[in-house]
C-alpha cells in the first residue's frame, strides 16, 4: 500500500470548475519521483477532475533530454489518460518548458504552456 506523500497544502481542488491545481512543492517531488506522480494520478482518479493545472511559476526546473523523453512513458505507466487536459502556467515559457510540453503532445496528451493563469483555466474550461 502506498502512503501518500503530498500534502493538502501542496494542491487545490476549484470544484467549480473541475481543476486539480498542482502547486510548487508536489511539481517539483513529481519530476524526480515516478511514485508522486502515480499520488497525483490517484488523486485525478479519486475525485475525477479531468483537468489538471501544474503552477510552476516561482519554480527553476532543468529538464534534461532523457527526463523529458521519458515523461510520456511515466505517465503511461501510470495510467494517465489522454483525455485529462493538464496547463502548466509557467513564469516565462522557457525552449526546455516548450520541449517537454510538445514531447508529451506528440504522444497524444492533452498539454499545453501558459504564462496567464486566467488563460489556463480558461483552456482548461473550454
Known amino acids: 500500500m502506498c502512503m501518500m506523500q503530498i500534502k493538502i497544502d501542496e494542491f487545490e481542488f476549484l470544484e467549480d470548475k473541475n481543476?486539480?491545481?498542482?502547486?510548487?512543492?508536489?511539481?517539483y517531488k513529481s519530476q524526480n519521483s515516478i511514485e508522486v506522480l502515480k499520488e497525483i494520478m490517484d488523486l485525478i482518479v479519486k475525485y475525477?477532475?479531468?483537468?489538471?493545472?501544474?503552477?510552476?511559476?516561482?519554480?527553476k526546473i532543468k529538464y534534461s533530454l532523457i527526463s523529458t523523453t521519458e515523461k510520456p512513458k511515466q505517465w503511461k505507466k501510470i495510467?494517465?489518460?489522454?483525455?485529462?487536459?493538464?496547463?502548466a502556467v509557467f513564469d516565462k515559457i522557457e525552449d526546455d518548458n516548450m520541449m517537454r510540453i510538445n514531447t508529451l503532445f506528440s504522444h497524444g496528451f492533452k498539454v499545453s504552456a501558459f504564462t496567464d493563469y486566467d488563460k489556463a483555466i480558461n483552456w482548461l474550461l473550454e
Open 19 to 27: 481543476i486539480l491545481v498542482l502547486k510548487s512543492p508536489a511539481i
Open 48 to 59: 475525477k477532475y479531468p483537468n489538471v493545472l501544474g503552477d510552476f511559476r516561482g519554480l
Open 79 to 87: 495510467g494517465m489518460s489522454r483525455n485529462i487536459k493538464v496547463g
